[in-house]
T-cell receptor, first 116, second 110 residues
């Protein structure tokens, strides 16, 4: 149990375009979903927290207009990187948690974004 | 402010050489301490949750312990497939965001 999927696993896009990443909890309902960014050989950097049906809460320094997060249902959250630039290239990881069961976060496999 | 540090930053072991990884934390009322394993290019994989001092949990060659200030991940007779980055995280009494440590990169040589 507690499986989280992400799609796509890899994406290459041109500078100035937008790209959407999906995060799904497959066998549980996620009251909260999180989006992280990870640079090579660095730990996870929390970008935003989203609760189903509510606006996402962004961490300091994360541009909400650039990284659009939608948590439309208890099993789906999306991250859209708008007007992507090469500096947005990174490894993006989502996680999901069901607070009615426990405090653990379960992570997706990650999405490698490359902006050319 | 809740904080997590991990040591060592990197650890090289020979196969079969047991050791421990440390996670030290300061948090406003610990709700849970979590250990994850992360392989390169993948998302973290959940290992353990510890809730109170004195608690221990085991899984195969791994054993996690918790005190009021730190947690240890003991690795007994490691194998090369145990090579990964091990991440520690805490959540406070409000059960809000995780605070992750920087991780320990473990390499187990055959």
């Amino acid at each position: 149990g507690a499986v989280v999927s992400q799609h796509p696993s890899r994406v290459i896009c041109k500078s100035g375009t937008s790209v959407k990443i999906e995060c799904r909890s497959l066998d549980f309902q996620a009251t909260t979903m999180f989006w992280y960014r990870q640079f090579p050989k660095k730990s996870l950097m929390l970008m935003a927290t989203s609760n189903e049906g509510s606006k996402a809460t962004y961490e300091q320094g994360v541009e909400k207009d650039k990284f659009l997060i939608n948590h439309a249902s208890l099993t789906l959250s999306t991250l859209t990187v708008t007007s992507a630039h090469p500096e947005d290239s990174s490894f993006y990881i989502c996680s999901a948690r069901d607070l009615t069961r426990s405090y653990e976060q379960y992570f997706g496999p990650g999405t490698r974004l490359t902006v050319t | 402010e809740d904080q997590v540090t991990q040591s060592p930053e990197a650890l090289r072991l020979q196969e079969g050489e047991s050791s421990s990884l440390n996670c030290s934390y300061t948090v406003s009322g610990l709700r849970g301490l979590f250990w994850y394993r992360q392989d390169p290019g993948k998302g973290p994989e959940f290992l353990f949750t510890l809730y109170s001092a004195g608690e221990e949990k085991e899984k195969e060659r791994l054993k996690a312990t918790l005190t009021k200030k730190e947690s240890f991940l003991h690795i007994t007779a490691p194998k090369p497939e145990d090579s990964a980055t091990y991440l520690c995280a805490v959540t406070n009494r409000y059960g809000q965001n995780f605070v992750f440590g920087p991780g320990t990169r473990l390499s187990v040589l055959p």
